[in-house]
């Protein structure tokens, strides 16, 4: 069975160069600490929006081989609870006993990408087709938790947390810009296909920290990874 479904000679499918286009719905799965965070890139509480299609074009190459280019305008990614900037310090005192120094602190849950990816696939039994390629994401937007911390000068007293909120880490521009703006990311997919229907499996890892610098002046070392769940339908061919 050729891609398309196209009637053909085995001389013609060797050479045959195929196009469709189609849409994906993709869900992340929870890697270890990267777990889902029900938020919309404004801070809202909202899961749905983390399921917006993205869109697809292949170029088939005889029977088994294709160069699949994805598309994606909103595309979340979960992380690690990472606190990405801290202001503050200055003291405060509560009791007469014992002092503060009280911080500002943002910690992002989720990050948001507009994506590009592209991928080729090499059909390896019936309907089995494995991939390789390369993504690229442009930071969109970033939730977390912002929090008003009183941090005791006395090692042997706990942390105190006067507020906490979710928000969008976009609106402190201090913060935000410690987020790099460009993501690269290896990926790796394994497909079912099965006539205009796909369901697959992929992952990614980032190849550069979404973080470069820590607020202590460390290098970061947060880089991106998913698991993704994928299912594709094909809208049009042409041969």
Do not use: C
Not at 39 to 51: C, K
Not at 65 to 77: G, N, S
Not at 129 to 142: D, E, K, R, V
């Amino acid at each position: 069975m050729n891609p398309g479904n196209f009637p053909q000679s085995p001389s013609a499918t060797a050479h045959a160069l195929i196009f469709t286009a189609g849409l994906t719905l993709s869900g992340r799965l929870n890697l270890s600490q990267l777990q889902a965070a029900p938020y919309t890139i404004n801070g809202s509480r909202n899961i749905w929006a983390d399921y917006l299609p993205s869109v697809h074009a292949r170029a088939y190459y005889g029977g088994n081989w294709d160069l699949q280019v994805d598309l994606t305008a909103l595309q979340p990614q979960y992380t690690r609870s990472t606190v990405v900037d801290s202001t503050g310090g200055d003291s405060s005192t509560i009791s007469p006993f014992q002092g503060y120094r009280q911080y500002n602190v943002y910690s992002a849950k989720k990050l948001f990408y507009s994506e590009l990816s592209a991928t080729v696939h090499h059909r390896v039994f019936n309907n089995l087709w494995l991939g390789a390629g390369f993504t690229y994401g442009h930071l969109q937007g970033a939730v977390g938790d912002r929090q008003l911390l009183m941090k005791a000068t006395n090692p042997g007293v706990s942390d105190t947390v006067l507020t906490s909120e979710i928000v969008s880490i976009k609106s402190n521009d201090t913060a935000y810009n410690r987020i790099s703006r460009s993501d690269w990311r290896f990926l790796l997919d394994a497909e079912y296909r099965w006539r205009r229907l796909t369901l697959g499996l992929r992952y990614e890892r980032a190849v550069n920290s979404w973080l470069p610098v820590q607020p202590d002046g460390a290098r970061g070392a947060q880089n991106n990874q998913s698991f993704t769940l994928r299912v594709s339908y094909e809208l049009w061919r042409r041969r």
